[in-house]
């Protein structure tokens, strides 16, 4: 984990909002997510509204990582498919460009061999795009040079 | 690593409570989320055991405001201390920009705080950190029992780096807050100087 920080910038992050609002509705889905795998939240596409957004990209971020250390144990690299089946709703939670997680929940409206394809399509799309950002953010070390201990001490006032 | 959003000015940084099993690093989680301010922190997440011992990790967001016009989010996790959860340990650490040492003072205690602190570092080089140079702060937690070894004592056993130590009572939440507050400090002098590499 000696990778540096990652910054994410307007031009990256539209593209990522574009390929996930293309994703929820060629899938026909409720609610599409992308976490990085540390559990933040990058961008949410759909209805996330009574979704505890920040929750839930903590959560699948220990999905992804629980499950991750499943598949060591049996000499597996990752699991980086994973579909849970409710009542009502289904999510799919999907390893992207090795640091992202996709999620996309979904109901009886849609499938999951129709959410499968179509994440499979947007995650050449989004391996791009965080390609940019990774490049970018190398670039950039130090994104935020100009905090000062000042700034830092207010935070605490 | 840091996740830095510009787009919606975010700064996203990883603080992770780690010591041996009952230390009170649950403790320190829930005495923050009762002071805070509640638009100041999400919900806590915990994943239990019924026996109310850390089987995978408690979750806390917190949002303490902006510096130069970014939001800053810290997300606190906790470890499962119990030694047989090593493999959870490591995965929690992933990512982390932060750790929180917090042993237990404790006499009958002095080993496994010991262990735990070796645990930690084995761990932090496994994903690639290096466990002189991470942001650390150390906490003396249960310092209202009787029976517990000196800070002297303790300094000698844990604090080879001589990072910042407190004395703390997370049940009381004396400490509690002079820990958080040190080691965010720590985190964001780092991301400052533009992270480890
Ligand atoms: N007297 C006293 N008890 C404490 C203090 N901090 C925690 N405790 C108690 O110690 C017990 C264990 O605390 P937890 O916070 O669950 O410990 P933990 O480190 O999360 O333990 P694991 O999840 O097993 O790793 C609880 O009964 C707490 O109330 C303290 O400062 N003083
Ligand atoms: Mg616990």
């Known amino acids: 984990m000696s ?18 609002r293309k994703l929820l509705a060629d899938a026909s889905a409720k609610v599409v997510f992308l976490v990085d795998k540390n559990g933040t939240l990058l961008a949410s596409v759909g209805d996330a509204v009574g979704f505890d957004t920040t929750s839930l990209a903590s959560l699948a971020a220990g999905n992804i990582a629980a499950t991750g250390g499943l598949a060591n144990l049996i000499g597996e690299k990752e699991f980086s498919i994973l579909f849970h089946e409710g009542e009502r709703d289904n999510m799919h939670l999907s390893v992207v460009a090795e640091r992202l997680i996709l999620v996309v929940v979904f109901d009886r409206r849609s499938s999951v061999g129709l959410v499968r394809l179509r994440v499979r399509q947007a995650t050449a799309r989004l391996a791009a795009v965080m390609a940019v950002a990774v490049a970018a953010s190398d670039a950039e070390q130090g994104g935020v040079e100009e905090l000062t201990e000042a700034d830092i001490e207010s935070l605490f006032k | 690593m840091s996740f830095i959003n510009y787009s919606s000015r975010e700064i996203n940084c990883k603080i992770v409570y780690y010591g041996p099993g009952l230390c009170g690093k649950t403790t320190n989680l829930q005495f923050i989320y009762k002071r805070m301010n509640p638009e100041a922190r999400g919900k806590m997440i915990s994943l239990a055991t019924e026996s109310e011992r850390t089987l995978f990790f408690d979750f806390l967001p917190l949002s303490l405001g902006e510096i130069r016009g970014f939001k800053t989010r810290f997300h606190l996790y906790t470890v499962p201390g119990q030694v047989f959860y090593d493999a959870s340990r490591r995965l929690i650490l992933r990512g982390v920009d932060g750790v929180v040492f917090c042993a237990d003072s404790q006499l009958t205690r002095v080993d496994a705080n010991e262990e735990s602190m070796e645990n930690l570092r084995v761990n932090l080089r496994e994903q690639g950190y290096d466990p002189d140079r991470l942001p650390l702060v150390l906490q003396y937690n249960k310092r209202d029992l009787p029976n517990v070894a000196s800070l002297a004592e303790l300094h000698a056993l844990l604090n080879r780096r001589n990072v910042p130590e407190y004395e703390a009572s997370a049940t009381t939440g004396i400490g509690v807050f002079e820990t958080l507050k040190a080691v965010i400090k720590l985190v964001l002098i780092d991301l400052k100087r533009g992270g480890r590499q």
């Open chain 1, 3 to 20: 990778q540096g920080n990652l910054i994410l910038r307007e031009p990256e992050y539209e593209a990522f909002l574009s390929i996930l």
